[in-house]
């Protein structure tokens, strides 16, 4: 078929170029719809891939929002979903009080055991102390332990449970005469996190002051600095750093045997349980009671060889209570 009709008669060349003019037609019409289709099927696989992304997307959103949910569901308050099932914030291992890898402790099986006198079941959540306070705060626990009355978190505080003794660890060969909080100056001291909020105003400015001053999570990593002389006094519980000296596993370049010289430089520092609700504040008080009467705590101090000084003050302290954040 020709593009246009010749008449008849016309000359051979002239039908020629007729054909090479309609096959030329074609090839560009045939040329031309497949761009098109091309074009057309490109851009509708790209927004059918771009749909596909899209919804990718928001589906892998709703699923993060919905685990998200579900996990603060979960621990936001199990006073809530269960009241005698409690979440407690607590910081790092710090034996013999508590030890994390085995969840027990002196400290935390007198805790335990008073809650459990009163028909509570604990679960614990270890993190540093600083993320405790967070932790508990933004709602995320029921209830944070080892609390110093400096830290004035929200809740409900109990009466004071237990008494840590906080002292200035130095090598013996050193001869530090260390008798007062102003005697550590010039020297690099290590302590344990928010030792300048909990050791008092007078420590608080000193640290602040003092730029060889540091605070470490791990107080395992206190005594390996103080025994390898990459600092000069450690500050902390005798009972914890003694118990690190004795049980810790430290590198065979560390010689653990070395005398040391303990400056108690500081006041017994009584500690605080804080609750979110009142009533497990009060059924903890009662819980504590009930094992000195029984004289079931002084056995579980006993049990991991914690030193108690004669007439520590245990009672109770009277404090405002700040609101909850929700």
């Known amino acids: 078929m020709f593009l246009y009709p010749l008449p008849k008669g016309a000359p051979n ?15 560009a019409v045939s040329r031309s719809l497949a761009d098109s289709l091309f074009g057309w099927c490109r851009g509708t696989l790209r927004g059918l891939v771009g749909a596909a992304a899209l919804a990718g997307v928001f589906f892998a959103f709703a699923s993060v929002q919905s685990a998200a949910a579900q996990e603060k569901a979960t621990v936001q308050s199990s006073v809530t979903r269960d009241p005698h099932n409690i979440v407690l ?8 009080y508590v030890i994390a890898n085995s969840n027990r402790g002196a400290e935390l099986d007198i805790v335990r055991e008073a809650l459990a006198l009163e028909g509570y079941i604990i679960t614990t959540r270890y993190v540093p102390n600083k993320r ?5 705060s933004s709602g995320n626990s029921d209830g944070a332990l080892t609390v110093s009355p400096n830290e004035a978190l929200p809740g409900f505080y109990s009466k004071s449970y237990i008494t840590y003794q906080n002292v200035a660890f130095s090598l013996e060969k050193n001869q ?3 008798s007062s909080i102003a005697d550590l100056s010039g020297k690099r001291v290590v302590a344990f996190q928010t030792a300048s909020v909990v050791l008092g105003p007078e420590f ?3 640290a602040k002051n003092n730029k060889m001053y540091r605070e470490i999570a791990k107080q395992r990593d206190h005594v390996s600095l103080l025994f390898n002389r990459q600092t ?5 519980d005798v ?14 370049q560390t010689n653990k045997n070395q005398p040391m010289t303990i400056h108690r430089i500081f006041p017994p520092s009584h500690k605080f349980a804080v609750f979110r609700e009142e009533e497990v504040t009060r059924a903890f008080d009662r819980g504590i009671a009930a094992l000195k009467k029984s004289g079931r705590y002084d056995e579980i101090l006993k049990d991991y060889d914690v030193y108690r000084a004669p007439g520590d003050d245990l009672s109770w302290r009277t404090r405002k209570h700040k609101p909850l954040t929700s």
């Open 239 to 252: 009972n914890i750093l003694n118990w690190l000296v004795k049980n810790g596993s430290y590198s065979s």
């Open 89 to 96: 914030s607590l910081g790092f291992s710090i034996p013999p």
């Open 204 to 206: 608080g400015a000193f």
């Open 232 to 236: 000069d006094v450690i500050i902390g």
């Open 176 to 178: 530090y005469a260390i």
């Open 132 to 136: 405790r306070n967070i932790e508990y």
């Open 13 to 27: 060349g002239a039908q020629e170029r007729s054909r090479e003019i309609t096959r030329s037609f074609r090839r």
